[in-house]
């Protein structure tokens, strides 16, 4: 009887191959498969709608805030651009000062064969905790010039310190 020789194929016709699994797209070679098939045409679809209408999202807006403690005040600062203060509330509740409001601009154009109106929409709410010895009814509140100014009087508490010497170590 002959010898015939058996050697491992890592390759050929009888290999493991994904595609029995998950056969692949008929245009497979022509386009990429299904799904880079799909992607293609959604990013065709976004450029040529891109500058067909505006789209804007909704505006989110939280004022910036400045908080710092001064000769025996706690004072807090919000930008507010363009507010008035019937748009503005200023609170105190359960140890925390409440300051909220919304926005409201109306952009209004109007050309010879055009008319474009805008509105801009925002409401926030910011809660900043007060000391504990903040005198609650003391607050005053500002608003100049788009910046609110709250002043809370906190007494003057010197917390007791001790200094720790410091001590060199021998080695």
């Known amino acids: 009887m002959p010898e015939v020789k058996v050697e491992k194929e890592t390759g050929g016709p009888l290999a493991h191959r994904p595609e029995t699994y998950f056969p692949a797209f008929p245009f497979g070679s022509i386009f990429g498969g299904p799904f880079r098939l799909m992607k293609r045409l959604t990013d ?3 450029r040529t709608f891109a500058n067909f209408a505006p789209v804007t999202e909704p505006e ?44 409201k601009r109306e952009k ?38 788009g910046v609110l100014e709250v002043v809370i009087p906190v007494l003057e508490n010197k917390p007791a310190m001790k200094q720790i010497p410091i001590t060199t170590g021998a080695k």
Do not use: Q
Request: glycine fraction near 8%; aromatic fraction near 10%; charge should be negative.
């Open 44 to 46: 065709e679809m976004d």
């Open 60 to 103: 989110l807006w939280a004022p910036p805030l400045e908080v710092k403690h001064k000769e025996g005040n706690f004072i807090v600062r919000a930008e507010l651009p363009g507010l008035t203060k019937e748009e503005v509330k200023v609170e105190v509740l359960e140890n925390a000062l409440v300051i909220e409001g919304e926005r």
């Open 108 to 145: 209004e154009e109007k050309g010879e064969e055009y008319y474009r109106c805008e509105r801009y929409y925002g409401g926030f709410y910011r809660s900043i905790p007060l000391p504990k010895d903040a005198k609650i009814e003391e607050i005053k509140a500002e608003l100049t010039n």
